[in-house]
């Protein structure tokens, strides 16, 4: 049985219409034409649909979307809201972190959410959080320098 149901997408309250057992990632993707956020493995495992819920890095795979009516979601593209590409978003072009780019929106919003949390994380602490986000392309060391550089 399908409902309708208002989520504060990338702070624009959107009404879905969905059945109970969409996940965010389907109502993001297929319900609201967001397709930043990748769908990966399905099962929580690669990190590529990682989305912020109330400032928090969550695989959205994973999150039943019915579950988050009165939270803040916030994907990829609210990071170019202004016109313009969000410092992590530079910092991984310009330092070749960006390679088939499958990975990249889930990593960003991952880097983005340790960052807001603590602006001067260090390389361990890049590493850790991004721990579970997985890419076949870069080996890692653009990513992390990436994030060190917009660290404070």
């Given amino acids: 049985m399908k409902k309708i149901i208002q989520l504060d997408v990338n702070g624009e309250p959107r009404d879905v219409i969905l059945e109970d057992h ?14 930043g956020t990748k ?44 016109g313009e590409m969000h ?9 070749g972190a960006v390679q088939c780019g499958f990975c990249t929106p889930g990593m960003i919003m991952t880097a983005k959410a340790l960052l807001d949390s603590n602006p001067r994380a260090t ?21 992390v320098e990436s994030i060190k550089k917009v660290s404070v």
Avoid: W
Wanted: aromatic share 4%; with cysteine; proline share 1%.
């Fill in 123 to 143: 390389e361990e602490e890049i590493k850790r959080h991004i721990g579970g986000n997985y890419c076949r392309c870069t080996g890692y060391n653009q990513i």
């Fill in 39 to 82: 769908r990966g493995c399905d099962h929580g495992e690669c990190g590529s649909c990682t989305v912020l819920v109330d400032g928090k890095a969550v695989l959205s795979c994973c999150q039943l979307a019915i579950e988050m009516q009165g939270k803040k979601i916030e994907t990829i593209e609210s990071l170019t809201a202004s």
């Fill in 87 to 95: 410092p992590l978003q530079k910092s991984f072009v310009e330092n």
């Fill in 22 to 35: 969409y996940t965010l990632l389907q109502v993001l993707r297929n319900g609201l034409g967001l397709t």
